[in-house]
């Protein structure tokens, strides 16, 4: 049996977002072992959920081959922490909100910067410290096509998020996963202008990926673009570590080689073969869920043996994205200003032009900050963060910078290589085997994340306990809301 992202997304959906439903009730459930593969914030939230609904006899394995957060990390330069992976959270992420609000976590102090459009040639978009005087630049420059823009994005975020009927029910998300963004847009009434010049300079910064994404992944990135975002004070990797610690996980350093079906009589379990710092071994677990992207351009180094049928190579790849983080003076001369003392923004987009070899640079502020902090002037050395499709050569750092006293490159495979061709993964790949990362495929996200693992933590309780009149109903929606 396969169960399809639409479906595991439903329940989710009706539920209003952060506030948990779900009780313990432990004495409907017979005792399991289940294992968690990948400590990034799905995997993370995976084993708290789990641990929600099994209770705290069970005991919640979490296998990592690298550090905790996955995605979600950070960088040291001098002497101060930056966020190299995940950086921000929009205000409708309703589970990262409660998953900070029940780990103690804070909000990270917001530092105010300006942002910029760059073409290669010239800035041609820019903001001021006059709210009103932004407004009348984007309304003559591009008619109102910024008004129908955030009430889409607005209005799918709240149904995506509260779970109205209009996008949980029916195919209208599953439409939005196979067309266009740039199709979905021109039909708005959006000007192919602002496509140009805004939309995709998002793209580019948030997926690093053009206009031809799916409608709904584009709308996920365009709400990470607006101003009512935040951080984890002392890093977002923190609400990973946190959760593990609240759920009592197990959390295994381990690299999963291998994942085998073993029958016993009716039942069933998985045997997962892995290596650790000491050697390799082997354990048996009833559910598994896995974490961590399975696509061959990954290179999970996880392998199916004994199915039958054999699994399928999961299609599609995954898009690499370089963050370099370098300590420098920028050349802002590069950017039309060269005097660095005039130039007034904290960010730099880039619009989708052949020749720029870069998708934003940006100033950056470490994960702590204290509250004499200020940002640094162009005139100073700061900490910046750079986006690019490839490893800046060194010719390309001595054009965005003027000097540099250290750099150091993050290589991601960062998001899906979006198309709207592509169809969303299953997400139980067999009976008690099931897949977190094809929510990626809808939109790349820490809530979208979260969003999965809630509902495969509920799914796999439903279908442990053998409650199928739970599972696959056509009224999911409603039987969610009235047994919860």
């Known amino acids: 049996c396969q169960i399809s992202l639409g479906k595991i997304l439903t329940p989710c959906l009706s539920t209003g977002g952060g506030h948990w439903p779900f009780h313990h009730r432990t004495s409907l459930c017979v005792s399991c072992s289940p294992a968690v593969v990948g400590a990034g914030i799905g995997g993370s939230a995976t084993a708290h959920f789990l641990r929600q609904h099994f209770g705290p006899e069970v005991q919640v394995d979490v296998f990592e081959k690298g550090e905790v957060g996955g995605r979600l990390a950070t960088v040291t330069v001098n002497h101060n922490d930056y966020e190299s992976g995940g950086s921000i959270i929009h205000s409708l992420n309703l ?253 730099v987009l880039t619009t989708d ?21 200020r940002r640094k002037q162009p005139q100073e050395a700061g900490v910046y963060k750079v986006f690019s499709p490839q490893l800046l050569e060194k010719s390309q750092l001595k054009t965005l910078f003027r000097s540099y006293y250290s750099v150091q490159v993050t290589e991601w495979q960062a998001c899906p290589r979006y198309s709207s061709s592509q169809r969303l993964p299953p997400v139980e790949l067999h009976p008690n085997l099931y897949y977190l990362n094809g929510i990626e495929w809808a939109g790349s996200a820490m809530e979208m994340s979260s969003v999965a693992a809630k509902n495969i933590a509920l799914l796999a309780y439903h279908r442990w306990n053998r409650q199928t009149d739970m599972v696959d109903q056509r009224d999911l929606v409603h039987r969610i809301k009235t047994e919860l």
């Not at 032009?353 to 902090?373: E, K």
């Open 95 to 347: 589970h990262m909100q409660e998953f900070v609000k029940q780990l103690g976590l804070k909000y990270r102090r917001n530092v105010a910067g300006k942002m910029a459009v760059f073409n290669g040639e010239e800035v041609i978009l820019e903001e001021t410290d006059w709210y009103l005087l932004d407004l009348f630049r984007l309304w003559w420059r591009y008619g109102i096509s910024f008004i129908r823009l955030q009430m889409w994005v607005e209005e799918i975020m709240e149904k995506f998020m509260r779970g109205t009927a209009g996008l949980s029910r029916g195919s209208g998300f599953i439409n939005m996963t196979r067309r266009p963004l740039s199709d979905s847009l021109l039909e708005l009434g959006v000007s192919q202008r602002f496509i140009d010049e805004v939309i995709a300079p998002v793209m580019r910064i948030n997926y690093g990926q053009n206009v031809s994404i799916p409608a709904f992944v584009g709308a996920v990135s365009l709400a990470g673009a607006q101003n009512n975002l935040w951080a984890v004070e002392g890093g977002n990797k923190l609400v990973c570590s946190g959760l593990l610690k609240m759920a009592s996980a197990n959390l295994l350093q381990a690299q999963v080689n291998s994942i085998s079906p073993i029958h016993s009589g009716e039942g069933l379990q998985y045997q997962l073969s892995f290596t650790t710092a000491t050697g390799t071994a082997s354990e048996l677990y009833d559910i598994v869920v896995l974490a961590t992207p399975l696509q061959a351009s990954v290179g999970s180094g996880v392998q199916f043996q004994g199915f039958t049928p054999p699994f399928d190579e999961l299609p599609g790849s995954y898009h690499s994205t370089v963050a370099t983080i370098v300590h420098g003076y920028l050349n802002t001369s590069f950017f039309g200003f060269p005097d660095p003392r005039l130039f007034p923004f904290a960010s």
């Open 353 to 373: 032009t052949p020749d720029l070899f870069f998708n934003s640079v940006a100033s950056v502020c470490p994960v702590n900050i204290s509250a004499g902090f």
